[in-house]
């Protein structure tokens, strides 16, 4: 059975940060694109950060030189390190396995609170 687990959500104070990990179990991890998706309140879910196969990674424009995705492939782990928080930042966060329209998995999210 496949699972992806999140975890490091919270309330932090702007200008805060935060470590997000999702961990797999299930999939054959490696050979998965790893992203971060978002959804705001009221909002639709957005591309935050994806890694590749291999470790290449794309950002998206809000949150470039801010957040930093990485994985590893001996744990089957993704992290998102997330510096310099801003109230637009607050959203459920969801990890994604993607490896084609047959295997595809997402979490279930966990909640990022920014607010003074």
């Known amino acids: 059975q496949v699972q992806l687990v999140e975890s490091g959500g919270g309330l932090v104070q702007p200008g805060g940060s935060l470590r997000l990990s999702c961990a797999a179990s299930?999939?054959?991890?490696?050979?998965?694109?790893m992203p971060w998706y978002r959804q705001a309140p009221g909002k639709q879910r957005e591309l935050v950060a994806r890694i590749h196969i291999g470790g290449s990674t794309t950002y998206a424009d809000s949150v470039q030189g801010r957040f930093t995705i990485s994985r590893d492939d001996a744990k089957n782990t993704v992290d998102l390190q997330m510096n310099s928080l801003k109230p637009d930042d607050t959203a459920v966060y969801y990890c994604?396995?993607?490896?084609?329209?047959?295997?595809?998995?997402w979490g279930q999210g966990t909640q990022v609170t920014v607010s003074s």
């Open positions: 299930g999939i054959i991890f490696s050979a998965c694109t």
């Open positions: 994604r396995a993607y490896r084609n329209s047959l295997n595809d998995y």
